[in-house]
């Protein structure tokens, strides 16, 4: 049962996107979701994570500051808001439950130049 992942697309650096992370088959409210990124021959990494309070959340030390990961269990969505983008963010970004150890979705790309 995959996540769907939309809001990806293509922006000048220091422009500003918002991802979001949905699915219809069960509520994300009960699970940490993550999200991750995997650029061009690199390893997928961690971007945010927000645990099931909404409180705790965890950031990348590369996108602190400039990246913010929100919840609204009303919508059964979860968003990555992305601003100051820089090129190295350029990568095909995932959402996934558990913090990244159960159901993964089939990512959006994100291309800043």
């Known amino acids: 049962v995959q996540l769907v992942e939309s809001g990806g697309g293509s922006v000048q650096a220091g422009g500003s996107l918002r991802l979001t992370c949905t699915t219809s088959a069960y509520t994300l409210s009960g699970y940490c979701i993550g999200w991750f990124r995997q650029a061009p021959g690199k390893e997928r990494e961690g971007v945010a994570a927000?645990?099931?309070?909404?409180?705790?959340?965890y950031y990348d030390d590369s996108v602190k500051g400039r990246f913010t990961i929100s919840r609204d269990n009303a919508k059964n969505t979860v968003y990555l808001q992305m601003s100051s983008l820089k090129s190295e963010d350029t990568a095909l970004y995932y959402c996934?439950?558990?913090?990244?150890?159960?159901?993964w979705g089939q990512g959006t790309q994100v291309t800043v130049s």
């Open positions: 996934a439950t558990d913090c990244g150890t159960g159901y």
């Open positions: 927000v645990y099931t309070d909404g409180v705790t959340i």
